[in-house]
């Protein structure tokens, strides 16, 4: 399993990214995909995942509202959309696929894409 990441890059808050990650179609439809982050000093934590059907997402708290997971099968890719992004979403953020446990761990991972949102 390959995954691709990219898109981070320095923006100030309030501002929009979309990071994406390429991958094959094989992988999207076998397994739940993810995006985790790992901000300085702390440990690295789920933010969305989608389930292999597209049917079912899941964000977590301090991202609701603001991101959102998307895949597309043709383009094999996946997606975050992030809107008013704030200081605190600074971190490298990692496609996964196959999320498991406590929110921590995925079977697969992509290289880490950094985002710095400037205040």
């Known amino acids: 399993v390959q995954l691709q990441a990219s898109g981070g890059g320095l923006v100030q808050a309030g501002d929009s990214l979309t990071l994406s990650c390429t991958t094959s179609?094989?992988?999207?439809?076998?397994?739940?995909m993810g995006w985790f982050r790992q901000a300085p000093g702390k440990e690295r934590e789920i933010v969305a995942t989608?389930?292999?059907?597209?049917?079912?997402?899941f964000y977590a708290d301090p991202v609701k509202g603001r991101f959102a997971i998307v895949r597309n099968l043709a383009r094999r890719t996946l997606w975050l959309q992030m809107n008013n992004l704030a200081p605190e979403d600074t971190a490298v953020y990692y496609c996964?696929?196959?999320?498991?446990?406590?929110?921590?761990?995925?079977?697969?991972w992509g290289q880490g894409t950094l985002v710095t949102v400037s205040s």
């Open positions: 989608i389930d292999r059907s597209a049917g079912d997402t």
């Open positions: 179609t094989r992988t999207l439809r076998m397994f739940t």
């Open positions: 996964a696929a196959g999320p498991y446990g406590s929110g921590h761990d995925a079977q697969y």
